[in-house]
């Protein structure tokens, strides 16, 4: 696949300029986990459910996942959120569990956006837009007013939250955020998202309640997005953008607000789905180059659930390779909602950085959310190698980095 120009020779290519990440202190593994919840489902007399979330936790892909609610981690008997609280009376409210996101969000919402601040090389005074993004929780000021009061922004920043729109809702914003700065070399936008989706483990022996249970992690990440500039390296050029609300799936993945925080269906047919639709939507956002079997070389899938990647990678016949990024994520952090596919390309180019790229590649990120909605978006990035400055220097001037 041919890379976009960077410039037409009037408007230049927007950037991911800095990526910044953070999880909470507490750590879940996934074994141990499996044995708490396992072991309170049999105390409760739930002996099918218990085999069936053992066999969930252990293929879901995860090995460990991160969570702000400490709870989480004491003995079956004690832990709020198992199952069998509920009837008890002891199971967190929807009241207590946002109460515990507000406490949470902001500092691991600061922490990320600091250190995507710091990784562009920017300034709070040199961000012009701020988006927020969360469907984990709210309140009032909200997010967004909370980090313009601790990240030192200007108080008349342009703040756009993006509250409750799922999983696809970190890359929307990177699209959004691109739409805002570019052919403006004075803007800058600065992206926080911030899920914090343990808090809504439901003390439940449901098969959908444990299937949620068993690869939602919590974590927040940030990034700044602005006009690229010829010298500019080590970054996501980002290019076209395409969005679709795929046709008949709207029962699919359902996320409402119950008494006991928010309670989340996820069809076991949304893997297929995706696998079946989105080749189309590919070859819409890119053309005749999927036509010619130019698919992008490097690939930021969200990964919301390992069938999804799975599918995918079948789907388009992509290595291991080309899936490592999004597995790691999800073995290590789960599935955090929107603040993923910024964890993704974090680790993309780290594992660039570490193969020392010395040339552009062209690339596709792509999220998935309720409705079933579908965010795909063009990347390529460009190596931070000295042996390239010279050439890419040139290709910049030519108005093109293929």
């Known amino acids: 696949m041919k890379v976009r120009e960077l410039t037409d020779g009037r408007i230049k290519r927007s950037a991911i ?32 459910s218990a085999r069936w979330a053992k066999r969930i936790f252990k293929q879901c892909g995860v090995q460990t996942r991160y969570t702000c609610e400490p709870n989480l981690l004491e003995p079956a008997e004690s832990c709020r959120f198992f199952p069998g609280k509920d009837s008890q009376g002891a199971a967190p409210t929807t009241a207590e569990r946002m109460s515990l996101y507000k406490e949470a969000s902001v500092p691991l919402g600061v922490e990320a956006a600091r250190a995507a601040l710091q990784d562009s090389g920017l300034t709070p005074g040199d961000i012009t837009h701020l988006i927020t993004v969360s469907c984990t929780g709210q309140f009032l000021p909200g997010l967004d007013a909370s980090l313009v009061w601790e990240l030192g922004l200007s108080t008349n920043v342009m703040r756009i939250p993006l509250t409750f729109l799922g999983c696809a809702a970190g890359l929307k914003a990177v699209c959004v955020a691109r739409q805002l700065v570019e052919g403006r070399p004075d803007a800058h936008a600065l992206i926080v998202c911030v899920e914090l989706c343990t808090l809504h483990i439901q003390p439940s022996g449901g098969k959908e309640e444990l299937y949620g249970a068993s690869f939602f992690g919590d974590g ?39 008494d006991r925080g928010f309670d989340l269906y996820l069809s076991p047919s949304i893997p297929g789905l995706i696998g079946r639709v989105i080749p189309d939507e590919v070859e819409r956002l890119i053309g005749a180059q999927a036509e010619e079997g130019g698919l992008p070389e490097l ?52 594992q660039l950085r570490s193969h020392d790229a010395l040339r552009q590649r062209s690339g596709l990120a792509l999220a998935f959310g309720p409705g079933i909605t579908a965010e795909l978006l063009e990347i390529a990035y460009v190596p931070a190698s000295t042996q390239t400055n010279a050439a890419a220097s040139a290709d910049c001037r030519e108005g093109s980095y293929a």
């Open 17 to 48: 300029k800095g990526i910044g990440t953070a999880v909470p202190s507490a750590r879940m593994d996934q074994e141990d986990t499996s044995a708490r919840l396992t072991e309170a489902l049999s105390r409760a007399g739930e002996q099918h």
């Open 220 to 258: 927040a990440s940030s990034c700044v997005v602005g006009e690229a500039e010829a010298e500019s390296r080590d970054c996501f050029l980002l290019g076209k953008e395409h969005t679709v609300l795929l046709p008949d799936c709207r029962d699919e993945m359902v996320w409402e607000v119950g």
């Open 299 to 350: 690939w930021a899938i969200h990964p919301g659930g390992k069938g999804i990647v799975d599918n995918l990678q079948d789907v388009f016949q992509l290595s291991d390779e080309q899936t490592s990024a999004s597995r790691s994520i999800l073995r290590h952090y789960g599935n955090m909602s929107s603040a993923t596919i910024l964890f993704v390309l974090a680790e993309l180019r780290r």
